[in-house]
């Protein structure tokens, strides 16, 4: 024991009240609200002024007068009397359409790549990595461009199109394809198929009870397949045929009836699925190699076949490296194809942000609606991702 | 006496094993890599009859019966590609319409920003971490200064005559320097524990990100003059320079989000126990090691946004694209020449992003400090 006294801690001049962190907070945060109220009361002001000076009328009412242009394009039935809330719709099923397109063929020719990276043939392997390379590091409006103006502009006219049979004919003014009509046997044939698939659910959840039980391994693929394929065949022998085809035919200087692909959707299908395809070939690489080598060296030993180390170890861990990456490939394909507006397809961009801003000149109101649909349908694709991502993800000790 | 009948054993040696298929040299890396199999072989052949009919004429068309030498479109004679074009355009795709007696102004700028750039690279660990940033924060202004040369006492060119590939590569630096100090901003205030910072940075971050470029752009150009007092004329390129900032920022600050995550929270104990201040703590040791776990996205980051500058075309900017359209359109070249004008501009973008790409892996090379194997 030290005789010595400890020097006591002078505790007579607490913090001042300005070093409290609490206070602190509070006072940047009312200085952050009161710049940002400020900012925001100017822009409106301004805003409001501005308006006044142009001329510039505000409100919805704009959705209920006619429009009164026509649109190269709508799944829907319009023509130039529609009113501007139809050339919204139009424009967006447009929007859907393309984007659904992209992104299944997208997520096919990355998933392609991504895997061939990984081949044993060393030619397949390095055009993966070209193809990757290539694709990812030219800008996306360039191959749109690229597309719609030097390679489908270079198609043959509708005179030569080239022709497959009789039934698919592609020139300059797009792709033609036959269109199904539907027949008196339609009803059996739709009810068929649902009936398929739920047959084919129930099979599933018996194959994967009797494997758990038993430890028997059903052929789930080739009776689903079998399911499938059955059971409309039959529906069809009975009820009769389904569906006809309308077939393309070139009447004059174009092609009348059938399905027409118009060049303007096939060069940005096109476009966004060769560019979004190199990301997610990436993608998948990146998921692939973050499994670890130890578990491909674990499943060969168990005597596995590659098709199954594949199948049952590979992929299911790479999943929840892809999945994410795969979430915010798909939102930046949607978010890509506003760049329709360059060539003229019309989603909605190009119909109610172009030609119905420049007809009504509300940009406030079309630029918001635009936004909040935007907003909507990556939400859309974040919620579905996530449920999937729940369903790979790895399910840890609780 | 015993039968001593049983031959002596005689030694046969068995015949050698024949030499192993070698192992190394060409014809071994064939057979590995390419003929390795039934299924492998018939891939291999279709793959190399495939290339076989592309390549060949490609090429011919490329280069072996091209035009490269004359000034106008009658010079294009041969069947092949007409480089003319390219040669013909080619200060105009790289320059805009800046005028001739003041193109240095715009080789000034690049040469600057090539300076400072490389400087991490040769400048004194002393003066480094003094001058880089300084340098880098300052570029922008310094570079439209040049460029404007109405501060400098040099001849004013208006903006409308800035373009081309320059004007590319300007925008998307300028924007990238400020963008990236401006979304660490945005991610600190999304971490922070003020509930006020941190909503208006999430719906900042989430604006940004959530909506198409083209929408930025287009509210740049449509909106955002309403936003200024009445009549004020802010430039166009300066409102797209705001809007490339902010969508830079925005991105910025989610890439950084992942950074922080790395980061172990240790860190901020530790640096808590040495009595480090908030900002001390945030710039001396979070900061660097932010940076460096974050690298490859943030340079991924700054290539997307660079490729995005072809997108102002659609707003009516001049740049590479945009001049190469209106060079295809021109009456004294109605030759149709896209794909060369696409081959070529496809051609620039793709040495500039595959390049920043191999920097991005040098550097995440030489920053990996970690122990991954």
Known sequence: MSGAKRPQPQSSSAPAFYNNPHVRAVFYQILLVCTLGYLFFVIIANTLANMEARGIKTGFDFLTTTAGFDILMSLIPYDATGTYLD??????????????????????????????????????????????ETFRNIPLLLQIFFWYFAVLAALPS??????????????????????????????LFYIAIAVAIAAIIWFRRYAKKRQDDEGVQLPVWRISLAILVALPLLASLFGGAPFSFEY???????????????????????????????????????GIQAVPHGQTEAARSIGLKESKIMKLIVVPQAMRVIVPLLNSEYQSLVKNSTLATAIGYPDLFTVFVGTSLNQTGQ???????????????????????????????????? | MMNNSTPARVFEPKPSQPAPVSTTGPLAWLRNNLFDGPVNSAITVIILAFLLWVIPPLLDWLLWSADFSGTTQSDCTSAGACWVFIQAWSQQLFYGSFPDAELWRINLSLILLAVVLSSPYWLPHTLRNRLDLAMLVVYPFVAIAILDGRLLGLEYVSTDFWG???????????????????????ALGRRSNMPMARSISVILIEFFR?????????????????????????????????????????????VYRGGFQAIPAGQYEASAALGLSYWQTTLLVILPQVIKVSMPNILATSIMLFKNTTFLLIIGIFEVLSTAQTALTNSNWLGGYATEAYLFVGVVYWICCFGMSRVAANIEKKLDTSHKS
Do not use: C, Q
Request: no cysteine; proline share 4%; aromatic share 12%.
């Open chain 1, 248 to 286: 393309p035919e070139l009447r004059g200087f174009n092609f009348r009836g059938g399905i027409t692909v118009i060049p303007e959707l096939m060069a940005l299908a096109l476009a966004l699925t060769v560019y979004t395809g190199a990301f997610i070939a990436e993608a998948v690489r990146a």
């Open chain 1, 158 to 187: 509708a005179r030569n199109s080239l022709n497959l049979a009789d039934a698919f004919f592609l020139n300059v003014r797009g792709l033609y394809l036959p269109a199904p009509v539907e027949e008196a046997g339609a009803t």
């Open chain 2, 164 to 186: 081309g590939f320059s004007l590319n590569l300007l925008l998307a630096s300028a924007s990238i320097i400020l963008g990236m100090p401006l979304g660490f901003l945005w």
């Open chain 2, 210 to 254: 959530g909506v198409p470029v083209l929408a930025l752009f287009f509210m740049g150009s449509v909106m955002l003059p309403l936003f200024f007092p009445e009549g004020t004329n802010v430039d166009k390129l300066l409102r797209v320079w705001i809007v490339l900032t902010l969508f830079m920022a925005g991105y910025m600050a989610e």
């Open chain 1, 87 to 132: 050339t919204f719709f139009v424009g967006l099923l447009n929007t859907i359409l393309v984007s659904i397109i992209g992104i299944i063929l997208a997520t096919l020719l990355g998933f392609v790549m991504g895997v061939a990276h990984f081949s044993r043939n060393w030619l397949v392997s390095r055009l993966a990595v070209a193809y990757v």
């Open chain 1, 363 to 398: 940009a406030i109101e079309i630029v918001f609606m635009t936004l909040a649909v935007y907003f909507a349908v990556n939400m859309t694709i974040s919620l579905l991702m996530n449920i999937f991502n729940r369903k790979v993800s790895l399910v840890e000790r609780k």
